[in-house]
Every structure is written in structure tokens, then in C-alpha cells.
């Protein structure tokens, strides 16, 4: 039955037509953001999941930060450890070269004063920013250094848990005080502190190795950071990103939906006129 009243295909056609232009509008959206889940209204769960790792992931870009300056911080002291066992190597073979009667021992002596002079200062200057691992306190109160070095979530909707590397300080101040080493007057006096300084090797070169495995700890922690950063960022792309060649095929089916839907329209409007022929 025709109606003049009511024109059910021009109707279908009109809801087909804005049913096109509604995914035409979305389609056009997603290929100018680049985001197929750019708000919650586009996909609650899925937004609601990449707001949270996103947040992760900019909490681990501040930890890659913080992993950095622990590097340098233990990279300074390490080269201080390093510096301060070739100083000490330099000292024993003083001490060895005294060992004999027939040499000077106050020139001597006064070379090993200017070297032990140049420890302590090593040890006082190898700060970063105010941190300093050779001594017995890193920064005058605390006896270790916290490195943040990951945020630990259980399950999606768990409260991060930071964790922390700690770096011991060496305390060289009280294990390698070197105004306890014996003064060289002869070859006896010599003697005793060569027993004096492989004691203080042996603690400089502790230290240095304790430094070198907590700058390897550090180092390899920051490169897992950097691995686990990108994975994560990858995770929120593949699930808001547009994929742009199936955005870019859907488009222009939706167009050539379009304008079938827009002659389909025409169509139907135009069928009422057709009546005016049954009453010639």
C-alpha cells in the first residue's frame, strides 16, 4: 500500500543514511586522531586499561631518571675507589723501596705524606650532587643511597609498590684512615707499613669491586626500564591506536554507503509524485 501520509521507504532510507554518516563521522575521527579509543564513550574498559598503563609508563620514564643519576652518583665514587687504589699502589712501592737501608727515608716519608694527602682529598671530592659513597654517610645522615628502580603491580586495579636498589656507602673514612699508617724513619718502621698499606689495598680494592657490581646492578636495571617502558607503550598503542590501512579501507566503503544511501533517499521521496499519475 502507498500512503501520501507516510513514506516508510523514504523513512528506512533516512535511518540507513544516518546510520552511514554516523560511522562516516567516527571513521573520520579516528584517521584525524589517530586513536580508534581516544575517550571512555569510544571503549570504557579498553581507555580505562590504557589510562592506567599509561600512567605506569610515565612513572617508569621518571624511574629511567632516577636509575641515571644513581649511575653517575656510583660512577663518581667508582672512579674516586679506582683513582684512590692506584694511589695506594704507588705508596706501596715507596714503602717497598725503603725497605732497603741505603736510601733516604725522609724523602720518602714526605712522598708518601703528599699521596696520602691526595687520598683524602680524592675521597672528600668524589660527590655527586652532594652524595658521596666513600664516605661513612652519603650525604651526612643516611648510610646507604635509595635508587628507585621499578613500580610493582598486582592485578589491574593494585596500588604500585616502589622498590628500591640500595647502595652501601664504603665508609673509607674509618677503613682507610691514613694518618694510622706507620711514618717511615728506616727500614724497620718500613716494614710495619707495608703490613699497613696491603690492609688498606685490600679494603680500597673491596670497595671498588663493591662499587663496580652496584654501577653493573644500576646499569642493567635502567636498560630493563627502557625495555619494559617501550613494551608497555607498544601494549597502549595496539589497543587505541587506529589502524590506518583498515581505518582508510572503511572510509571509503562508508563514503560509496553514503551515496547509495543518499539515492536510495531520493528514491523514496520521490515515489509519492508517482500518485499524481493514477488520477489523470
Known amino acids: 500500500m502507498t500512503s501520501i501520509l507516510t513514506n516508510n521507504g523514504a523513512m528506512v532510507a533516512l535511518q540507513t543514511l544516518q546510520s552511514v554518516n554516523n560511522d562516516l563521522t567516527d571513521a573520520q575521527n579516528q584517521i584525524s586522531t589517530g586513536k580508534k579509543v581516544g575517550s571512555a564513550s569510544d571503549n570504557a574498559a579498553v581507555w580505562a586499561i590504557s589510562k592506567t598503563m599509561e600512567s605506569d609508563v610515565a612513572g617508569f620514564e621518571a624511574i629511567s631518571e632516577s636509575l641515571a643519576v644513581g649511575e653517575a652518583t656510583v660512577a663518581v665514587a667508582s672512579a674516586g675507589a679506582e683513582q684512590i687504589v692506584n694511589t695506594l699502589t704507588d705508596i706501596k712501592e715507596l714503602i717497598v723501596s725503603a725497605q732497603s737501608e741505603n736510601v733516604d727515608h725522609v724523602k720518602i716519608q714526605a712522598d708518601i705524606t703528599k699521596k696520602t694527602e691526595q687520598i683524602d682529598a680524592i675521597m672528600a671530592a668524589a660527590q655527586f650532587n652532594g652524595v658521596n659513597l666513600l664516605l661513612d654517610t652519603v650525604d651526612g645522615t643516611e648510610s646507604s643511597l635509595g635508587v628507585l628502580a621499578s613500580l610493582d603491580r598486582v592485578g589491574p586495579t593494585g596500588t604500585p609498590t616502589a622498590t628500591e636498589i640500595d647502595i652501601a656507602a664504603i665508609d673509607f673514612t674509618s677503613n682507610l684512615d691514613m694518618s694510622t699508617l706507620t711514618a717511615i724513619s728506616d727500614s724497620t ?51 587505541t591506536d587506529t589502524d590506518m590501512e583498515e581505518a582508510s579501507a572503511r572510509l571509503k566503503a562508508l563514503q ?10 531520493t528514491i523514496a521521496n520521490s515515489a509519492p509524485s508517482t500518485l499524481s499519475q493514477l488520477f489523470r
Not at 716494614?191 to 652496584?214: H, K, M, N, P, R
Not at 636498560?223 to 608497555?232: G, Q, R
Not at 560509496?256 to 533517499?265: E, G
Request: aromatic share 4%; no cysteine.
Open 189 to 239: 718502621t718500613a716494614a710495619t707499613a707495608l703490613d699497613d698499606i696491603e690492609a688498606f689495598l685490600v679494603t680500597a680494592i673491596d670497595g671498588a669491586a663493591q662499587l663496580g657490581s652496584d654501577a653493573a646492578r644500576l646499569s642493567d636495571q635502567g636498560e630493563f626500564v627502557s625495555k619494559l617502558t617501550d613494551a608497555m607503550k607498544l601494549g597502549v598503542s595496539s589497543m
Open 256 to 265: 560509496t554507503q553514503q551515496s547509495l544511501a543518499v539515492q536510495s533517499l
